[in-house]
């Protein structure tokens, strides 16, 4: 099992729609979590981190977490077409007192308008 | 607040040539890791440096290289390049290893 894993989509929402982004996670991360957006040819860009269970809001986002589990998601509210992108999750990794960050293959979002 | 800084932009090189890339952190961030991004594979971790040390290490040959300044500025080497090579090197930093990390814009090198 991969560390961290996302459905690599496309997942096609239309515009005004929630969009529902998963990842699970093995046991051998630790409980720090990100996600991040990448646009086509451009940098991750930080979207959301959360450190523990249940949910975090910042305006439009909400990244939940379910250590029970094993998944973290993060919901796009009022999605619009500017969130087309590929959204990246991502988790530390805890390996003989050091960290290192493991990424999901990411999920395409296409928000149709 | 300045973000991460990646220099240069865009390399195009030659098989069998030597390249090195350098990244700013953001200021006060001491942890830099230097990631690999090409379609096929995702982001792919190369390393980590915090205070001039190497702390961790992903599975890529020794033809990639790192190191670390004072300053917290860090380079990656990639000698003997090969086509395999052309990809999307990204730098992150953060406080810690375990924080919130931000990336540079990223250098694209391409291997002909």
């Known amino acids: 099992q991969k560390e961290v894993e996302q459905n690599s989509g496309p997942l096609s929402v239309p515009e005004g729609a929630i969009a529902s982004l998963n990842c699970t996670y093995s046991?051998?991360?630790?409980?720090?979590f990100f996600w991040y957006r990448q646009y086509s040819g451009k940098s991750p860009e930080l979207i959301m981190s959360?450190?523990?269970?249940g949910d975090k809001e910042d305006g439009r986002f909400t990244a939940q977490l379910n250590k029970a589990s094993q998944y973290v998601s993060l919901l796009i509210r009022d999605s619009q077409p500017s969130d087309s992108a590929t959204y990246l999750c991502?988790?530390?990794?805890?390996?003989?007192?050091?960290?290192?960050?493991?990424f999901g293959t990411g999920t395409r979002l296409k928000v149709l308008a | 607040k300045a973000g991460v800084t990646q220099t240069p932009r865009y390399l195009i090189k030659t098989r069998g040539q030597q390249v090195t890339l350098s990244c700013s952190p953001i200021s006060g961030h001491r942890s830099v890791s230097w990631y690999q991004q090409t379609p096929g594979q995702g982001l792919q971790f190369l390393f980590e440096y915090f205070s001039e040390t190497q702390r961790n290490k992903g599975n890529f040959p020794g033809r990639f290289s790192g190191r670390q300044f004072s300053n917290s500025r860090s380079e990656m080497n990639v000698s003997t390049l090969e086509l395999g090579d052309s990809a999307l090197y990204l730098c992150?930093?953060?406080?810690?290893?375990?924080?919130?990390?931000?990336f540079g814009q990223g250098t694209r090198l391409t291997v002909v």
């Open positions: 046991d051998r991360v630790s409980q720090s």
């Open positions: 959360i450190y523990s269970n």
């Open positions: 991502a988790a530390v990794l805890t390996d003989s007192g050091t960290y290192k960050y493991i």
């Open positions: 992150a930093s953060s406080q810690q290893a375990n924080t919130e990390a931000f």
